[in-house]
């Protein structure tokens, strides 16, 4: 599998990387550890995690998708061959805050510290190569509310040195050889500059990646960072490439296959996925698929695979079958002509995953 660089740092990542968001929530340990062995025999080398997950969020399994990672790299002793991503999580502060992650605490210096040593023992290793911010540590719109809330503006000065304490923080943590690089997710592209401003400023580590939603129903990425990410060489590391399955074509026409997230959890929690808008435009991608004698899931991770700003586009499935044909789309090369069809069809159904 063709590998790119990690942001501007000398780290080879494949195209495709493996999310693990729903392993306990829909899959067990063993599974999991199916998947990735699968992926690393497929030339996928590149993992994200975070002391999140399982999605959907509960006491009650969080940790464990980082613990099945750790299981399987202890037992199939290949550490050194794995790319590992994880996030810490964000705090109460913003409405995606969680309150059973270590209390909800917010994104401090000795949070960050609790947070790394857990992961760090979950996942049996001695160090995370991309350390990412899972939200921003001030208040936005977040998970497809587009709308500006004015209530939600602080005090710059505040934001700033709440932005330097975290890089103080982790730069520390780099120093000492428990992180080799960091990233953003969910970010802004204000959040993004002042990321890098204030580490370029103070010879703070600079963010090398930026994790947001980015797929054929959300494109938001074009106008607000694709920019930032080219200039800047902090590079677009996609979820949800597949608009949590939606672009599947699984849940059209009322359809809520057993067993799957829209059917356990997802309609209540993703509505800025699963909406008669969503779904609309993925009929139309799905004729624009059959047409060219592929599936609309090889159409949407193709699309975004070879996007220029793109380094790794990450997918989460549920089964090694799921997993082939996500795997198939990294051979999938998309003619001029099918992306300005594309690029068409999400002009008539523009951002159908807000709210």
Known sequence: MQKNRLGNTDIMVSKICLGTMVWWAQNTEMEAHEQMDYGAAHGINFLDTAELYAVPPRPETQWLTEKYVGTWMQSRKNRSDIILA????????NNGGVAHVRDGEWVTPSGIITALEW????????????????????????????NFDESMIEEKKVVEEEIFQVLKTLDTLVKAGKIRHIGLSNETPWGAMKFLEIAKKNNLPVAQTIQNAYNLIRREYDSALAEISTYEWI?????????????????????LPEGCRYTLWGKDRMPQNYNDRTLAATAE???????????????????????????????????????????????????????????????????????
Request: charged residues 20%; proline residues 4%.
């Open 86 to 93: 994880t996030k810490v999580t964000g705090s109460m502060k």
């Open 235 to 255: 590079g677009s590391l996609p979820y949800s490439p597949l608009a949590g399955w939606i672009l599947t074509g699984k849940y059209q026409n009322g359809a």
């Open 285 to 355: 991608y799905m004729k624009l698929a059959e047409s060219l004698w592929i599936s609309v899931t090889q159409l949407a991770l193709a699309w975004g695979n070879d996007r220029s700003f793109v380094n790794s586009n990450i997918i989460g499935t549920t089964s090694v079958e799921q997993l082939k044909e996500c795997i198939s789309s990294a051979d999938i090369t998309l003619s001029a002509e099918t992306r300005a069809e594309i690029d068409t069809i999400y002009t008539k159904h523009p951002n159908p995953c807000t709210f």
């Open 119 to 146: 992961s760090l023992e979950r996942l049996q290793t001695d160090y995370i190569d991309l350390y990412q911010l899972h939200w921003p540590q001030r208040k936005v719109q977040m998970w497809g509310k587009m």
